[in-house]
């Protein structure tokens, strides 16, 4: 098992970037797939971006494709998504999980979670 803690996360203007960092215990953390959700107010979790233990074929929501940026170090036990070009709609609090299923982007495979990490995206 992981424990994933998220951080990075604060105030920006539009077209602004943010790097958010996960940083999971435990020694099997090369083991997992990790990705990145997002929750806005009023609506429900959605899948942002995943990478597997191998750290190739990364997924990525629609939404953020081309903007976003996933990686992982596994050296360092931590995870990053990277944030450019960032709009409105792209504000919620941000989980950071771990899958044991390799390359999903499935929610519900997702055993562990972070608190979160609030990002806000001002017009």
């Known amino acids: 098992q992981v424990q994933p803690v998220e951080s990075g996360g604060g105030l920006v203007q539009t077209g602004g970037s943010l790097r958010l960092s996960c940083a999971a215990s435990g020694r099997t953390f090369s083991r997992y797939t990790m990705a990145w959700f997002r929750q806005a107010p009023g609506k429900e979790r959605e899948f942002v971006a995943g990478?597997?233990?191998?750290?190739?074929?990364?997924r990525y929501a629609d939404s953020v494709k081309g903007r976003f940026t996933i990686s992982r170090d596994n050296a360092k036990n931590t995870v990053y998504l990277q944030m450019d070009s960032l709009k409105p709609e792209d504000t919620a609090v941000y989980y950071c999980a771990a899958s044991a299923v390799f390359g999903s982007s499935q929610e519900s495979d997702f055993g562990s979670w972070g608190q979160g990490t609030q990002v806000t995206v001002s017009s």
């Open positions: 990478i597997p233990w191998s750290g190739g074929n990364t």
